[in-house]
């Protein structure tokens, strides 16, 4: 099973403890891993186009999202590790630190399996 399979099927046992430290960091991660996928959008489709130009019927503007590889997937979440431990350095002794260092816990224990 891959590592992002592993974060989704986590959540729901997550929200089932209701655990709010580890629902918190498996969405954050989870979206973090699905904005990755999207796809960059090209400058001139921001400018806008002609009324009769703009694709018309369901799914028209639909595009394809990348794929991420095992090894991206494991540089993402490594990040969001890495994140959560820099700004609890930078909130040292509040209890916002103490939160952010049990997030970092909950996805580095997903690194080491």
């Known amino acids: 099973m891959s590592l992002r399979d ?3 099927q986590a959540l729901p046992e997550a929200m089932r403890a209701r655990d709010k430290v580890a629902v918190s960091a498996l969405r954050a991660t989870l979206a973090a891993l699905d904005n990755a ?7 001139a489709a921001l400018r806008g186009q002609a009324i009769e130009a703009v694709p018309v019927g369901a799914g028209a503007t639909e595009a394809e999202r990348r794929v991420l590889g095992e090894g991206e997937v494991v540089r993402i979440v490594r990040g969001e590790v890495e994140e959560r431990l820099g700004a609890a350095g930078l909130v040292e002794g509040s209890a916002h630190a103490e939160r952010l260092r049990a997030e970092a816990a909950v996805l580095a224990r997903f690194l080491e399996s």
């Open 6 to 8: 592993h974060l989704r």
């Open 37 to 43: 996928e999207a796809v960059p959008v090209d400058a």
